[in-house]
T-cell receptor, first 117, second 111 residues
Framework: GAVVSQHPSWVICKSGTSVKIECRSL??????MFWYRQFPKQSLMLMAT?????????EQGVEKDKFLINHASLTLSTLTVTSAHPEDSSFYIC?????????????FGEGSRLTVL | DAKTTQPPSMDCAEGRAANLPCNHS???????VYWYRQIHSQGPQYIIH???NNETNEMASLIITEDRKSSTLILPHATLRDTAVYYC????????????FGTGTQLKVEL
């Protein structure tokens, strides 16, 4: 299947700093990418839909000024957690679907674990 | 997207078939049934999907009832590496359509 890669796979930062997570589709172009967050022992929660060349669409309750999403190309979307705090510590996962795919199969990255001290 | 109901956990002996049920009684005519799994601390992995016909691939088989209100994912010969949370999701096909995850079924494959 298609490959989606995230970087970094894990990051530790101090409270108040900003952290950027990259999501790349390695062998296909994706006009839409999705960002999820997962807390321990919980399911994945959709945070936002990232659209290439336009503003992201955020789910209810997700602060768009805190979680900045940029989808500048058909193979790269970034999530920046601004002024991170310990409660932002979580597993962040992105997914993407090949443009033009007829069944809309989504492929997921390996996830990025953020720990805010 | 229609909601799905899955048992929270199941056990299976290694080498035996694992049959994971999913109820989706409010599924719409244009919604597909997708199955993903998530091994601990990894991103979800696509397994299989179908609309109304039964489907089979190298990983699993998907059996969808005639009324499409429920389905079963079958892992024919479960191994320890199949231990994971399995998610059944119904969704309209199309790359721009999001996947909404429920709580899934924690499958534990044991010796």
């Amino acid at each position: 299947g298609a490959v989606v890669s995230q970087h970094p796979s894990w990051v530790i930062c101090k409270s108040g700093t900003s952290v950027k997570i990259e999501c790349r589709s390695l062998d296909f172009q994706a006009t839409t990418m999705f960002w999820y967050r997962q807390f321990p022992k919980q399911s994945l929660m959709l945070m936002a839909t990232s659209n290439e060349g336009s503003k992201a669409t955020y789910e209810q309750g997700v602060e768009k000024d805190k979680f900045l999403i940029n989808h500048a190309s058909l193979t790269l979307s970034t999530l920046t957690v601004t002024s991170a705090h310990p409660e932002d510590s979580s597993f962040y996962i992105c997914s993407a679907s090949p443009a033009g795919g007829n069944t809309g199969e989504l492929f997921f990255g390996e996830g990025s674990r953020l720990t805010v001290l | 997207d229609a909601k799905t109901t899955q048992p929270p956990s199941m056990d299976c002996a290694e080498g035996r078939a694992a049959n994971l049920p999913c109820n989706h009684s409010t599924i719409s005519g244009n919604e597909y049934v997708y199955w993903y799994r998530q091994i601990h601390s990894q991103g979800p992995q696509y397994i299989i999907h179908g609309l109304k016909n039964n489907e089979t691939n190298e990983m699993a088989s998907l059996i969808i009832t005639e009324d499409r209100k429920s389905s079963t994912l079958i892992l024919p010969h479960a191994t320890l590496r199949d231990t994971a949370v399995y998610y059944c999701i119904v969704r309209v096909a199309g790359g721009g359509n999001k996947l909404t995850f429920g709580t899934g079924t924690q499958l534990k494959v044991e010796l």
